[in-house]
């Protein structure tokens, strides 16, 4: 039987109230993700999108943990990218994604290098969350133009960052980027130009 949906509140709710060793292993959000699905309607005033890049959107923050939802149109993809040793959760509660995780044969950040192979691929909905293998974080995340229908994931980020690695598999480099939120609590934000 699926776990009752509840208001994005609600979520948030139990993502404060967690202790800090919950955000130092990942059993324990990931747990409360998936007994707590967000009812769609409740993320209204955070959703927006761009018909050329997936937004991301802030919806909570503090100093252990912050929660964005990220706003796919079919078609849209991240960089594969690692989330600075932090860790990292993802639910979807509207449409589906999937989501290619890649092992790291060799990486030289300060030389801009590195060689990386496909290993799992898992999809994502309503009723799968995930969490991101600490010890293996290195993935990108897409909405298949085919599937045709927009998607939103929440991700769980602890604790937060603003930067991470991006990898290019075919020419075998990568390197790091700044992160920015395209609103805050729902409000756009000035990004910067």
Same mark, same amino acid.
């Given at each position: 039987?699926?776990?009752? #949906?509840?208001?994005?509140?609600?979520?948030? #709710?139990?993502?404060?109230?967690?202790? $800090?060793?919950?955000?130092?292993?990942? $059993?324990?959000?990931?747990?409360?993700?998936?007994?707590?699905?967000?009812?769609?309607?409740?993320?209204?005033?955070?959703?927006?999108?761009?018909?050329?890049?997936?937004?991301? %959107?802030?919806?909570?923050?503090?100093?252990?943990?912050?929660?964005?939802?990220?706003?796919?149109?079919?078609?849209?993809?991240?960089?594969?990218?690692?989330?600075?040793?932090?860790?990292?959760?993802?639910?979807?509660?509207?449409?589906?994604?999937?989501?290619? %995780? !890649?092992?790291?044969?060799? $990486?030289?950040?300060?030389?801009?290098?590195?060689?990386?192979?496909?290993?799992?691929?898992?999809?994502?909905?309503?009723?799968?969350?995930?969490?991101?293998?600490?010890?293996?974080?290195?993935?990108?995340?897409?909405?298949?133009?085919?599937?045709?229908?927009? #998607?939103?994931?929440?991700?769980? !980020?602890?604790?937060?960052?603003?930067?991470?690695?991006? !990898?290019?598999?075919?020419?075998?480099?990568?390197?790091?980027?700044?992160?920015?939120?395209?609103?805050? !609590?729902?409000?756009?934000?000035?990004?910067?130009?």
């Amino acid at each position: 039987m699926a776990p009752k #949906a509840v208001a994005i509140e609600e979520l948030v #709710a139990g993502l404060r109230g967690m202790p $800090e060793q919950a955000f130092r292993e990942t $059993e324990a959000v990931r747990r409360l993700l998936a007994g707590s699905p967000v009812e769609p309607e409740t993320l209204a005033r955070y959703l927006t999108w761009d018909g050329q890049h997936y937004t991301r %959107n802030l919806i909570d923050k503090n100093r252990l943990y912050e929660l964005i939802a990220i706003c796919w149109e079919p078609g849209q993809s991240s960089s594969v990218h690692n989330h600075q040793d932090q860790n990292c959760w993802m639910a979807v509660p509207i449409g589906r994604l999937r989501v290619q %995780n !890649y092992r790291v044969l060799h $990486e030289d950040v300060g030389a801009g290098t590195c060689e990386l192979e496909e290993s799992d691929r898992l999809e994502l909905d309503r009723l799968h969350p995930c969490a991101v293998d600490p010890k293996a974080p290195v993935h990108d995340v897409s909405n298949p133009g085919e599937w045709q229908e927009r #998607a939103v994931s929440l991700h769980v !980020y602890s604790f937060p960052f603003n930067t991470c690695v991006v !990898y290019s598999p075919e020419k075998k480099t990568c390197g790091v980027i700044e992160l920015h939120y395209n609103t805050e !609590y729902g409000v756009k934000s000035n990004l910067p130009a």
